[in-house]
């Protein structure tokens, strides 16, 4: 699904940047600094949204205490914020599209951009919420999956009990 999102979001990123180059007539000389404009905002939005989800992820926990479900609203969240992403990227490489057409620019330090001077690599963690099975019995809205541990430990002992009453 998400990547199906991408797809359609990159897409129409292209048509945007497509369009603008056709309308504007652009010279062959000014498309590298184009797609370097385009992947210096993917990577800086990119690079937000994850620091994004880190800060949220810190604190998500304390929901359980509101009787909320932690990976529902971290879901919800991420979701909304990555959403918002999109509009952020598009708006941004507009204002720098109307500046390089403009200004007539060569190169993003022209336009106040500094490249990265180094790539970061982000260690992902599949799934970073721990034990699914311990979630489930945890959440309060799934009623099939609770576990009572005081019924679980009278029922035990009841058992437990009516073994030595059968020996006996």
Known sequence: MVKLVLQGYFINAQVLIKNRIENDRIENSQLPLVKDLALFQYDKHWATHLDYLS??????????????????????????KFQSTFSEIDTEIQNYLNLIFDKNAADLSELGIKKPSSTWTYIINDYSFGNRLGLMLLDSANIGMQVNPGALL???????????????
């Open 55 to 80: 800060e949220i992820r810190e604190g998500i926990h304390l929901l359980r205490l509101g009787g909320q479900n932690p990976l529902r609203e971290y879901q919800k969240m991420a979701d909304k």
């Open 154 to 168: 009278i029922i035990s002992l009841a058992k437990l009990f009516g073994l030595f009453k059968k020996q006996k």
